[in-house]
């Protein structure tokens, strides 16, 4: 307060507020007056002084993610069918013409069934000639022998020489071996004439017949393919790029689509050393433990488990992707002062998910998510429910979800 005297009037300032009283009403007033002169016109002023708008700062909801630590594995999937881990590709020993076939696909057999015969008019002709020929010898043994035995007693009397009895002695010996070479020969056909009736020798399951009646076939010709009963196996093809997840004894997960509720414990038991030449993919035989549910052709999902080696990115849906003075940035939430900056990033790719970032975002960063236009330096903003959702790693492949 200012009192400014002038003549007899005096003059009070109270802020933007002028009072003036004469020297005259001060002097009536009791002691107290001037007090009283003051507070009503403070009253006074205040009455007249203006209204000051207060403005509050602005405080912006956003959508945000927060970025998650990148895994360290990563799971491999790959499909195939369920097969015997023996298949046996049975065939005839000999040649000839099939005459029947007795089984079809899908038909259990045992041992000792028949599955196939060929003509074996040939090899009953072979077997007659192979008695022939041996009944021949046994009389040549015969004849020889006789002539050995003379020769022996003539030679003791001494009225045959020491040659004589060599010479009947190598006679004989080859009628032997002539018989011996002709029984050889007799078997060697009749096992012929067996070998006309193509036998299972295990159990198992036909599961292809590759030859039919009519056919001639050669030796060894795959006529009949049969699983043999007993561990099943799965057999996937790996492509180069993860051959060197899969090692013989690595645990694996084995699921069916025929059963989405069974899913069996498997290992490798078998991986390719070179690719096939037209896929360029490794095969690798995946063991199953014995289940009555799994059966042969069924198609399987091997699943896996790998390092992941590669560098990471992160990804973030493609509306929290902003420019600034030309260049790419995200808005980044502190979520201690409630505050929006901006971060430069390097994009690595754009996908149908979102933005791979590769360089400027760490795990546990939250960046607004939607609505970047309205960001500016330092915007305070609001997380409804406090609530931040995880974004995935690139390489998981998972869709980034984002809440209000």
Known sequence: MTGVRRAATIHLQFGSTQVSLS????????????????????GLAGCSQEKVEVKEDIVRP????????ANDTRELSYSGSVRARTEMNLGFRI??????????IGQRVKPGDVLARIDPADYD??????????????????????????AEQLFAKKFASKSQLEQATLSYDQAVATRNSARSSLDQAKNQVLYTDLKADR???????????????????????????????????VPETDIAQFKPGKDVKASFWSDDALTLDGKVRE????ADQQS???????????????????TANIQASAANNSLQSVSIPLSALAQKDGQQIVWTVDRNGETVHARPIKVAEFTADGVHVAEGLKPGDVVVA?????????????????????????DDGDAVKRVR
């Not at 956003?62 to 630590?69: D, F, N, Q, S, Y």
């Not at 020889?144 to 035995?149: D, E, P, V």
């Open 23 to 42: 020297k005259s009403i001060m002097n009536r007033l009791p002691a107290i007056g001037p007090a009283l002169v003051v507070v009503a016109a403070l």
């Open 62 to 69: 956003v959508k945000v993610v927060e970025i998650a630590k």
């Open 95 to 104: 040649n000839g013409k099939i005459t029947e076939r007795l089984v079809d």
């Open 125 to 150: 002709l072979s077997v007659n000639s192979a008695e022939a020929s041996l009944e021949a010898a046994e009389r040549q043994v015969e004849t020889t022998g006789f002539a050995h035995r003379r």
């Open 203 to 237: 159990n198992g399951i036909v599961t292809s017949v590759t030859a039919d009646v009519g056919q001639v076939v050669g030796s060894g010709t795959p006529v009949v393919t049969v699983a043999v009963d007993g561990e099943k196996e799965v057999l996937i093809a």
């Open 271 to 274: 991986v390719a050393g070179s």
């Open 280 to 298: 360029r993919t490794f095969a690798v035989r995946v063991s199953l433990p014995n289940d009555p549910r799994v059966l042969l052709g069924m």
């Open 370 to 394: 939607a609505g970047t236009q309205f960001m500016t330096e330092n915007l305070k903003v609001k997380l409804a429910g406090d609530a931040v959702q995880q974004s995935a790693s690139a």
